[in-house]
Nanobody
């Protein structure tokens, strides 16, 4: 069983920065992708960024050039550096680990609020 622990959410002014971290523990296979999703109030959950076991990175169009995902495989951690934050980035952010085989695991979510 895999557990994910997220940290780094909070309140920030527009144009500010936040860094989210997600640490995975438990029975983790060597091949998996990790990513960040978000869900704003009244909206569906959407992919923000993900990184594969091979290091390929994918971003939602709305965050390209502002957010950067990175991964430290030795520590089973993934981080999301969020710059130039906008009010529309306000959401609960969830970490997700997707193994090659088996069901994905979701974190508990961390609130990000961008407001002046």
């Amino acid at each position: 069983q895999v557990q994910l622990a997220e940290s780094g959410g909070g309140l920030v002014q527009p144009g500010g920065c936040l860094r989210l971290s997600c640490a995975a523990s438990g029975s983790i296979s060597s091949l998996y992708s990790m990513g960040w999703f978000r869900q704003a109030s009244g909206k569906e959950r959407e992919m923000v960024a993900r990184i594969t076991s091979g290091g390929s990175k994918y971003y939602a169009d709305s965050v390209k050039g502002r957010f950067t995902i990175s991964r430290e495989s030795a520590k089973n951690t993934v981080t999301l550096q969020m710059n130039s934050l906008r009010p529309e980035d306000t959401a609960v952010y969830y970490c997700k680990l997707t193994p090659v085989y088996g069901a994905p695991t979701w974190g508990q979510g961390t609130q990000v609020t961008v407001s002046s």
